[in-house]
């Protein structure tokens, strides 16, 4: 039987990172991690692969940090966790017994059984397996009309990178708005109309009823009755919780499937961690449960995992998830952190709002300037940061990142109004008007001119 200090199950982002951080953590200690898949995908990198990349091997993740980490590396599938005898079984290669466990085994596609047709040819879910996504890669290339279930991120980035090949395409959102969860509908409108200048149709509000064909899938028919001509359909519906092995050990799990786990990642078994999709993920305003699934959420929970799978050395790490996100579509990025206004408002926060747009250079007129569009939703109370939105040039993806930081630091409006910035006229705004800041001063004009209002002298 192998015998192992660390043991990983999952080689995905939050299960390499989780190795590699507990070497770096705790030194010369054997660690082994076991994945199903001989290659591993860049996840958020998938929908690239049909109309930028054009090849799978050029989205994979390498094996050399695991390898030059000295981690054991073991190519199998863990069938079963014995928690009593402390070992796991593997179909091919026997038991691995451990001292510590972390579980990373990720999230699976949605899958709408109660769609009549869901299993016709040429009906593809989104899964993260090489030989799986060459199949697509082959079909596709034959594909003339594709339909795209979901306008969620994955949807999205899908409909745009297939759009790029010149195909025609149909996206089909249920909800009023793609991207809805991200942003309020300034932002989804902006996008939705980026998406439809680009020859994408844009459906929302539209439910599917069954997907036509006899073998293989020929149309899209709605609840309206309409049928959308398709020869494929890709169904970007969103992932589940993959907790399966979790909870056939006992290990407890919530109603959505997922691992539950505390603030540094143990599970309800004191020597097992969960990371990842797999792990229940818990809102960093209200502690609810959401269904936040990112690979940036990952790599966070795998550095508090590794780094306390043997001593609590990071304390009080994880607070629970913002949702911080990032996408590019047709040259424009969008990006979010927090919560959205409409949630704000849903969960009963008392917020004031400020919004800034300027040019991402200085001056304007300087070659490849983009308009940059900036919201900010603070707690009208406290002033601290609850959530931000932004668009425009490759910039806002940085400046969601230093939004971010500031959600989980309780940054204030005030606070966000005056601090300092690196600027340069060929990479950023002006200081002047440097988003950030012009947002939050006008969050706090805006307040302060309703107390004004509401003043009695």
Excluded at 56 to 85: F, Q, S, W
Aim: one cysteine or more; charged letters at 20%; a neutral charge.
């Amino acid at each position: 039987m192998l015998k192992t200090d660390l043991l990983v199950i999952g080689g995905s982002a939050g299960g390499i990172l989780a190795a590699t951080m507990a070497r770096k953590a705790y030194g010369d200690i054997d660690i082994t991690l076991i994945r199903e898949t001989k290659t591993v995908m860049v996840p958020c990198g998938i929908p690239y692969i049909f109309g930028t990349l054009h090849d799978t091997k050029k989205n994979m993740i390498p094996d050399a940090g695991l390898l030059e980490a000295n981690i054991r590396l073991i190519i199998d599938r863990a069938v079963e966790i014995n928690r009593k005898e402390k070992v796991v079984n593997t179909q091919e290669n026997g038991p691995v017994s451990y001292k510590k466990l972390i579980i990373a085994t990720g999230s699976l596609p949605i899958i709408p059984t109660f769609i009549e047709g869901y299993d016709l040819d040429n009906v593809f879910p989104v899964k993260k397996n090489e030989e799986y996504l060459n199949h697509i890669l082959a079909k596709l290339e034959y594909a003339q009309k594709v339909a795209v279930i979901g306008g969620g991120f994955i949807g999205v980035e899908f409909a745009e990178q297939i759009r790029a090949l010149g195909k025609e395409v149909t996206l089909i959102e249920m909800a009023d708005s793609c991207l809805w969860q991200a942003f309020d509908k300034k932002y989804t409108d902006d996008l939705e109309r980026l998406l439809s200048v680009h020859g994408i149709q844009v459906m929302t509000g539209t439910r599917v009823k069954r997907f036509l064909g006899e073998k293989a899938v020929t149309a899209v028919e709605l609840e309206s009755g309409e049928a959308i001509p398709a020869d494929l359909v890709i169904l970007g519906l969103g992932v589940l919780p993959n907790g399966a092995l979790a909870k056939s050990s006992g290990l407890e799990v919530n109603g959505k499937g997922a691992i539950v786990v505390d603030q540094y990642m143990r599970t309800s078994d004191p020597d097992i961690f969960a990371v990842g999709d797999c792990a229940e993920k818990k809102c960093f305003f209200t502690g609810k449960d959401v269904p936040v699934l990112l690979a940036s959420t990952a790599t966070m929970e795998a550095k508090i995992a590794g780094c306390n799978a043997f001593h609590l050395r990071l304390i009080r790490a994880n607070k629970g998830t913002i949702s911080a996100f990032s996408t590019k579509v047709f040259g424009k990025t969008f990006a979010a952190a927090g919560l959205t206004e409409a949630r704000a408002r849903q969960e009963g926060f008392c917020i004031m709002i400020g919004e800034a747009k300027t040019m991402d250079r200085h001056p304007g007129s300087l070659p490849d300037a983009q308009e940059v569009n900036l919201k900010l939703i603070f707690s009208r109370c406290s002033g601290i940061l609850l959530g931000a939105q932004v668009s425009g040039g490759n910039t806002v993806a940085e400046m969601i990142n230093i939004l971010s930081l500031a959600i989980q630091k309780d940054i204030t409006a005030t606070e966000l109004n005056t601090f300092q910035t690196a600027t340069h006229p060929l990479v950023s705004s002006s200081p002047v008007s440097y988003p950030i800041n012009a947002a939050a001063m006008n969050a706090i004009a805006t307040n302060c001119k309703q107390l004004n209002e509401e003043l009695v002298i």
